[in-house]
């Protein structure tokens, strides 16, 4: 009992930002994702996704573009996926283990944290072990937003800009389940440019509009077939 009112009265007099207690009551709902649109003009450069499709959790997160620190934490870049708000604020997960996923660290004196904090005063904050926040003052870019993740149960295909030789381009093809890459299921396909400006693969359908070694411009006639 007295280590209970001695924690409250540190809480009361905490100067740094009080108590919180992460909260855990948000829930995402599977989404079918399927981008860019058909009849969308895009370009995309080596390495990125020209076309994606499969079902998704749209999770809410707070992303961080560049790495903040305070009072000996460091809050890394990237998206920290929400766990719950209450009237106090909302509650992010302090490790995020998903592409581009941030992640807290801490100095060997500080206690341990449990969650990352935007308060409702717009102030990025350390939730620790003890239920203890500590709030930064200064001011910060992290800004709620979304991020697409993988289900347990999912599946997504892909199609990869690879880069152009000669009048050549090389595509890859990639499919993944549950946030796994299945190897049987990869290829990369090369299409001739000379002989069709639009290319296709498992139902997918482009038209390529220009294209160099650095990046490509086309429009999206149509995705891949349904997966049921």
């Not at 992303?63 to 009237?87: A, C, M, R």
């Not at 990869?186 to 294209?211: F, H, P, R, T």
């Amino acid at each position: 009992m007295k280590n209970i009112f001695w924690v409250g009265v540190f809480c009361f007099g905490l100067a740094l930002g009080g108590c919180a207690t992460p909260k855990h009551n948000y829930q995402a709902t599977p989404q079918n994702i399927s981008k860019p649109p058909i009849g969308s003009t895009n370009e995309a450069f080596v390495g990125d996704k020209m076309l994606e499709q499969g079902v998704f959790l749209e999770r809410e997160a707070l992303y961080v573009p560049t790495t903040f620190k305070h009072s000996g934490y460091t809050i890394s870049e990237g998206y920290y996926l929400k766990t719950g708000e209450d009237k106090k604020g909302h509650y992010f997960k302090p490790l995020n283990m998903i592409p581009n996923g941030g992640n807290v660290q801490k100095s060997f004196i500080n206690d341990p944290f449990q969650a990352v904090m935007l308060n409702v005063e717009n102030q990025i904050c350390i939730v620790t072990t003890l239920n203890l926040r500590s709030c930064s003052k200064e001011e910060h870019s992290a800004k709620l937003s979304t991020v697409g993740i993988a289900t347990d149960n999912s599946f997504q295909q892909t199609l990869i800009y690879s880069g152009k030789v000669g009048n050549k381009i090389n595509i890859g093809y990639r499919e993944f389940s549950s946030n796994l890459a299945r190897p049987a299921f990869n290829n990369d396909v090369e299409y001739d440019l000379s002989e069709s400006k639009q290319i296709g693969y498992k139902g997918a359908l482009l038209e390529i509009e220009d294209a160099n070694n650095q990046s490509i411009k086309y429009k999206v006639l149509k995705n891949f077939n349904k997966v049921e």
